[in-house]
């Protein structure tokens, strides 16, 4: 259970927006996670470099929030003890796999291809909301509702 | 270090440390790194929470302003040039991938962005790190075999046919 936070889902929509922008300005390259770092191990030299510097100042971002952003409401997440393991592992194998075979995940298509008018990322991004929103909501409700 | 002292290189490592910064902190204010949030919008069932969907639309909405303007530029600022995915093809392969990608998002509230995100709450977030992040690297690698080893067998299937085609085979 969360509660809607509009003023941080902006302000924090719009850096994620602009960190996307100024890798596309300053480097020309694409801030999908998923590419950036399934492609990580298999760069060499400058293609290596950028990833690497970029996943460690997203890292660093996020961690300097969780250090000193709790005047704006921000914590650090915690595991989910009770949160199945079997659950965390299949989730895990399903994002890599299919970000890797659909080119994209959420950043990739869903900020820098919607961004970028494409219609691959338009057709991937309402696939992966709709199945998203589908299998949340009847693993979370209605499976627990059954007899 | 002295941006004007820096070399061509550092200046474009400096920058994309600068963009994952930004992007992290991004994410960490929206709290998009926090997948019951993320789960408390893709459940419709319960009480449901919009915030995710001002998420996307904050940053698409700048990058949609910023990117097409970015983009009449020939090169970047810092590099020789643009790298931008060049399919335009609504083939199987998108379709699957985004399908099973929202599935396995569905199940954890997790996608690749936020999964990195874990590394910055060690300790605390050290059982989903352990479990989510070793399984979306191999769910990766196996992603990446499997569609070069697709894209092998269609393109010599491509010359099989080629040769039959002018009798060689």
Redesign the interface.
């Known amino acids: 259970?969360?509660?809607?936070?509009?003023v941080?889902?902006?302000?924090?929509?719009?850096?994620?927006?602009?960190?996307?922008?100024?890798?596309?300005?300053?480097?020309?390259?694409?801030?999908g996670?998923?590419g950036v770092?399934?492609a990580l191990p298999?760069s060499r030299r400058?293609e290596f470099?950028?990833?690497a510097?970029?996943?460690?100042?997203?890292?660093?971002?996020?961690?300097?929030?969780?250090r000193y952003?709790s005047t704006?409401g921000?914590?650090?997440?915690?595991?989910?003890?009770d949160?199945p393991?079997w659950?965390?592992?299949?989730?895990?194998?399903?994002?890599?796999?299919?970000?890797?075979?659909?080119?994209?995940?959420?950043?990739g298509?869903?900020?820098?291809?919607?961004?970028?008018?494409?219609?691959?990322s338009l057709?991937?991004?309402v696939?992966?909301?709709?199945?998203?929103?589908?299998?949340?909501?009847v693993?979370?409700?209605?499976l627990e509702n059954w007899p | 270090m002295n941006p004007d002292e820096a070399s061509p290189l550092e200046r474009a490592l400096l920058a994309a440390f600068g963009a994952g910064l930004v992007f992290g902190a991004g994410l960490a204010l929206s709290a998009m790194t926090h997948p019951e949030k993320v789960l408390g919008f893709l459940d419709l069932s319960g009480h449901w929470d919009p915030s995710l969907l001002l998420v996307l639309g904050g940053a698409t909405g700048i990058a949609g302003i910023a990117f097409p303007l970015i983009l009449r530029r020939k090169t970047p600022l810092l590099m020789a040039d643009f790298d931008l995915p060049s399919a335009t093809r609504i083939d199987r392969r998108l379709i699957f991938g985004a399908l099973l990608f929202g599935l396995g998002w569905g199940i954890s509230g997790y996608c690749p962005g936020p999964a990195v995100a874990l590394l910055a709450a060690l300790p605390g977030s050290g059982r989903e790190a352990l479990l989510f992040l070793p399984a979306l690297l191999i769910g990766s690698w196996i992603g990446r075999w499997s569609t070069r080893a697709s894209k092998a067998r269609s393109a010599v299937q491509r010359i099989d046919a080629n040769l039959l085609d002018r009798g060689d085979l």
């Open positions: 259970m969360s509660s809607f936070t509009p941080s889902a902006l302000l924090g929509g719009l850096l994620i927006g602009a960190g996307a922008s100024w890798l596309l300005l300053s480097l020309g390259r694409i801030a996670i998923s770092v399934g298999f400058m470099a950028w990833r510097l970029f996943l460690l100042g997203l890292v660093t971002g996020a961690g300097l929030l969780y952003g704006f921000v914590q650090a997440p915690l595991s989910r003890i949160f393991a659950e965390l592992i299949v989730s895990g194998l399903l994002v890599g796999y299919g970000t890797t075979l659909g080119s994209g995940c959420t950043s298509h869903g900020v820098c291809g919607l961004a970028r008018r494409s219609p691959r057709v991937a991004t696939i992966f909301l709709l199945t998203g929103i589908a299998t949340a909501s693993l979370r409700h209605w």
